[in-house]
C-alpha cells in the first residue's frame, strides 16, 4: 500500500520537481530513499525467511 503511495509521488511529483530542480539533487534524494528503504525491505524479507524456517 505505502509502496504504491511512494512509486505515485515519484511519478508524478516528483516529474514536476525534477524540471526545476537540479538533477545531482535529485538523484541525491533518491538516492537516500532507496538507503532508507532498504533495511526495512531486508529486515522483513530475513523475517519472514526465519518464519518459514521454524515451522
Known amino acids: 500500500m505505502s509502496f504504491?503511495?511512494?512509486l505515485a509521488?515519484?511519478?508524478?511529483?516528483?516529474?514536476s520537481v525534477r524540471k526545476h530542480a537540479k538533477s545531482y539533487f535529485m538523484?541525491?534524494?533518491?538516492?537516500?530513499v532507496v538507503l532508507?528503504?532498504?533495511p526495512l525491505i531486508a529486515t522483513l524479507a530475513y523475517g519472514t525467511w526465519r518464519f518459514s524456517q521454524e515451522t
Open 27 to 32: 538523484t541525491l534524494a533518491e538516492f537516500a
Open 9 to 15: 509521488m515519484n511519478n508524478g511529483h516528483f516529474d
Open 4 to 6: 504504491r503511495l511512494v
Open 36 to 38: 532508507a528503504v532498504a
